[in-house]
C-alpha cells in the first residue's frame, strides 16, 4: 500500500493472450462516499433483520450465482487465467456457502443462556458493522463470499476493495448481490488503488477488516488496525508441507499431490508448496508425481480440456521462474519443466524441483505458481521438523496408513489445519485460518461466523 500517484484507470488484461479486455475508472472520492454511506445506511436496517430473515438472503444470493453461473466463471477465466472447469466449480462452491450458513448458521448466532443467580443471563452476538474486505485475485469470487457470508448472516454489511486485476469480477460479484434484492448496500464495491486503501481502514463507518494477501501487507494492515483500534481477520499465505511417510499411499499420495500443488495454476494459499518425503519412498514418489505433472494439459483456460492455464500476471510468472533458478543454483535438481516457453501469455510449465533443501527460495518464499519443491529426509521426525521450519502455518498434508500415528503426529504440526491422507481445501463446515506469519483469526464453520460479532453479556435483574 504505498503512497504513489494514483491511476486514473485499472486494467483487466487477459494472461493468456496478454490482451486489454476492459478498463474501469477509478472511483472517484465522492463515488467512494456513497459506497460507505450506502453499507453504513444498509447495515443500519440489515442489523434488526431476524436471522431467518438474513438466512434467506443468503437463499437468494445463492439462486442470483446459480443464475449467473456461466457469465461468472467466464470473466474469472478471462480476467485471471483459471481453466473454466475450475472456475465453474467456484462457482458452485459460493453457492455452497451461501446454502451452508443459511441452513446451518442460525443455530450458532442465536442467544446461549449461562446459569447464574440472576433472574436471566444469556449471551447474544450482535453485528459490529461495516467490514472491510481487502480481497486477492486468485479465487475472485470465493474468497471474498467465504469471508462475507458469514458477515452477512451475522447482520454485517461489506466494502470490498478486490485486486484490481479481477475488477470486472468484483463489479459482477456486487451486481449478483444487488439482483438477490436482500438490502441495497449489503455488499459495496469501490475501485481503488491500493495506496488509497489506508483511508478506508481509518474511516469510522468501517468497524472491522478482513484481508487476503502477502505477509508484508498483512503486517500494515494490521498495524493500521491497531491504530484505530479495529479487529481483523489476516489470511497471509503459506508454504503448505505435504508430508508422505514410509508407510503412505505412495500411488495415491503422488495422484493428489499433481492436484494439490498444480489446480488453479498453483496459485493457492493452502494449495501443497514443499513435498517432504521419506526416503525410502521418496524415488517412487517423485516418478509418479512427475507422471502425473506431465500428463497436464496446457492451453486455452476457456477449452474444457485445459488443465493449466496461465498464470495471472507476466510479471507474477518471470518472479516464479527466478525463484526455480535460484532453487537450481542452490543443488536443486530439475525433474521436469523449469523453462519458460515463447509465444503469448503468462504461461509456466508444470515444474518439479527435486533436492531441494530448507534456506532456497522453493522452501523459504511461497511459491504462488505451478513449481513444486521435493525434499528428502529420513524419517517421520525430520519429516515434522521440516515441516514446521517455516515462517508460515496455513495447512498442511499428512500421508500413512496409520491413522492413530497420523493423529499423534498431527499434535506436532504447527498449522491451521491438518489433512490426513487428503489435499488441502476450505470447507464451509470447518475453521480456516492459520499460525505464524500466515496470520490471525478464521474464516467459515461456527468460528468464523462468530469473528465479526460483539459478544454481549446479558444480565438481568438479581432474583428477589
Same mark, same amino acid.
Given at each position: 500500500? /504505498? ?10 488484461? %487477459? ?6 479486455? =476492459? ?13 460507505? %454511506? ?28 446459480? &443464475? ?13 487465467? @483459471?481453466?473454466?472447469?475450475? +472456475? ?21 448466532? &442465536? ?11 444469556? #449471551? ?5 458493522? #461495516? ?24 447482520? %454485517?454489511?461489506?466494502?470490498? @476493495? ?48 478482513? $484481508? ?21 481477520? $489476516? ?17 495415491? &499420495? ?32 517423485? =516418478? ?65 524441483? =527435486? ?41 498442511? /498434508? ?18 491451521? &489445519? ?5 489435499? /488441502?481445501? +476450505? ?16 474464516? $467459515? ?7 465479526? #460479532? %460483539? ?10
Amino acid at each position: 500500500m /504505498s503512497t504513489t500517484t494514483a491511476p486514473a484507470r485499472v486494467l483487466s488484461i %487477459n494472461p493468456a493472450t496478454g490482451d486489454v479486455v =476492459a478498463e474501469h475508472p477509478v472511483d472517484t472520492p465522492s463515488r467512494v462516499e456513497e459506497a460507505l %454511506n450506502r453499507a453504513h445506511a444498509a447495515q443500519r436496517s440489515w442489523r434488526t433483520a431476524s436471522l431467518e430473515t438474513r438466512a434467506e438472503g443468503l437463499r437468494a444470493i445463492a439462486r442470483e450465482l446459480r &443464475a449467473s453461473r456461466q457469465e461468472a466463471a467466464t470473466l474469472m477465466t478471462v480476467e485471471m487465467g @483459471k481453466p473454466i472447469r475450475q +472456475s465453474l466449480a467456484e462457482v458452485d462452491k459460493c453457492v455452497w456457502v451461501c446454502e451452508h450458513y443459511a441452513g446451518h448458521g442460525t443455530a450458532t448466532l &442465536a442467544a446461549e443462556p449461562v446459569a447464574t443467580e440472576w433472574q436471566d443471563s444469556y #449471551v447474544q452476538f450482535e453485528p459490529l458493522g #461495516v467490514v472491510l474486505a481487502i480481497m486477492p485475485w486468485n479465487y475472485p469470487f470465493w474468497q471474498l463470499l467465504r469471508a462475507a457470508v458469514p458477515a452477512f448472516l451475522a447482520g %454485517n454489511t461489506v466494502v470490498l @476493495k478486490h485486486a484490481s486485476n479481477v475488477t470486472g469480477s468484483a463489479l459482477l460479484l456486487a451486481e449478483i448481490v444487488a439482483r438477490a434484492g436482500v438490502a441495497d448496500g449489503l455488499l459495496a464495491a469501490v475501485v481503488l488503488p491500493s495506496s488509497a486503501v489506508e483511508p478506508l481502514i481509518g474511516d469510522p463507518r468501517i468497524a472491522a477488516v478482513t $484481508l487476503t494477501g502477502s505477509d508484508a501487507v498483512g503486517v500494515r494492515v494490521a498495524t493500521l488496525c491497531a491504530q484505530h483500534l479495529k479487529p481483523s481477520v $489476516l489470511e497471509l499465505g503459506g508454504s503448505d508441507p505435504f508430508v508422505v511417510l514410509e508407510d503412505a499411499d505412495v500411488a495415491a &499420495a503422488a495422484a493428489t499431490a499433481v492436484t494439490a500443488r498444480f489446480q488453479n495454476v498453483g496459485q493457492s494459499c493452502i494449495a501443497g508448496k514443499r513435498f517432504i518425503v521419506v526416503d525410502a519412498v521418496a524415488e517412487e514418489f517423485e =516418478a509418479r508425481f512427475a507422471e502425473g505433472a506431465l500428463a497436464l494439459r496446457v492451453g486455452d483456460p476457456l477449452e474444457d480440456a485445459t488443465d493449466l492455464g496461465p498464470m495471472a500476471r507476466a510479471d507474477l510468472r518471470d518472479e516464479l521462474a527466478d525463484q526455480v533458478r535460484r532453487a537450481v543454483a542452490a543443488g536443486g535438481r530439475v525433474v521436469c519443466g523449469g523453462e519458460v516457453g515463447g509465444g503469448r501469455g503468462a504461461f509456466y510449465p508444470a515444474t518439479i524441483v =527435486a533436492d531441494v533443501r530448507p534456506g532456497t527460495p522453493l522452501c523459504d518464499e511461497e511459491t504462488f505458481g505451478p513449481a513444486a519443491a521435493v525434499i528428502r529426509v529420513p524419517d517421520a521426525v525430520e519429516a515434522i521438523r521440516v515441516a514446521n521450519d517455516s515462517r508460515y502455518g496455513l495447512s498442511s /498434508s499428512l500421508w500413512t496408513r496409520d491413522l492413530d500415528r497420523a493423529r499423534r503426529l498431527a499434535h506436532g504440526i504447527e498449522a491451521g &489445519a491438518v489433512f490426513v491422507n487428503a489435499m /488441502s481445501a +476450505s470447507d464451509p463446515r470447518m475453521p480456516f485460518g492459520g499460525v505464524k506469519r500466515s496470520g490471525w483469526g478464521r474464516e $467459515l464453520g461456527t468460528f468464523g461466523l462468530r469473528e465479526f #460479532v %460483539n459478544v454481549q453479556a446479558v444480565t438481568i435483574a438479581p432474583k428477589a
